[in-house]
């Protein structure tokens, strides 16, 4: 997919304040520092689309870009930050829980996961109540041009194979991207292109 357009369209808390188009989306979702700006930007081709924060954790807002003029990419706020107090984390969960469950045009999730690192309690609740709910959600993988090429295979490898050890029948579909190398770009929005030219262009 050509990214022709990307323009930042609005930042709520409020599930119910999100764009009305019935345009599909996509949500973006992980722990604070995992490089989800960063990938958004690399998959957007644009330095600054997504803001790299300093401060992780500070942003906690669904932040709407348009793409294309025909769907939305959603940046959600990065969880499990450990600055944040418990009320924080229990007002983040109720946003982001209304989010997925409430957002008709919501298509599928990517939930990033940093390839360094062991499945991880956090991410794997995540997931499991996205199962759950019957959302739909890719992992992506990131970082990728931190680990030798080996080293890379293994992990993925591992990671996917200790969830189906757990819950999971069937481990997700899946994404490794870098956003230093571009290495995955193509792939994710060839994903997402080929659900959009499947659907028609009309959100669920
Ligand atoms: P966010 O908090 O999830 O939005 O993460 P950021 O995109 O701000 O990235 C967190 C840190 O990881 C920053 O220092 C980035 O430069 C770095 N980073 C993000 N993606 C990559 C990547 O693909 N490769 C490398 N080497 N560093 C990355």
């Known amino acids: 997919m050509h990214i022709k357009s990307a323009s930042f369209v609005m930042s709520n808390t409020d599930v119910g304040k999100c764009p009305k188009d019935r345009l599909p989306e996509y949500a973006f979702i992980g722990r ?3 490089g989800k700006s960063s990938l ?3 998959l957007t081709e644009r330095k600054s689309l997504a803001k790299t924060s300093g ?3 500070k942003t906690q807002l669904i932040n709407h870009f348009l793409i294309n003029k025909n769907w939305f990419l959603v940046d959600l706020p990065g969880y499990g930050y450990a600055r944040v107090s418990k009320t924080a984390k229990k007002t983040f969960q109720k946003f982001i829980t209304n989010y997925f469950s409430k957002r008709e045009q919501l298509v599928s999730a990517f939930v990033l996961i940093d390839v360094r690192h062991e499945p991880q309690k956090i991410d794997q ?3 499991e109540w996205l199962g759950e709910h019957q959302i739909p959600f890719s992992i992506i993988f990131t970082k990728g041009d931190k680990l030798k090429p080996a080293a890379l295979e293994r992990n ?3 990671y996917l194979k200790k969830m189906e050890e757990g819950v999971w029948e069937q481990a997700p579909n899946h994404f490794v991207t ?4 571009g290495l995955g770009r193509e792939d994710v929005l060839e994903y997402i292109d080929a659900i959009n030219k499947e659907i028609g262009g009309q959100a669920p």
């Open 32 to 34: 604070s520092n995992v």
């Open 40 to 42: 958004i930007n690399m």
């Open 55 to 57: 401060r992780p954790g």
């Open 125 to 127: 609740e995540f997931m």
């Open 156 to 158: 993925v490898k591992d």
């Open 178 to 181: 870098s956003s230093s190398s």
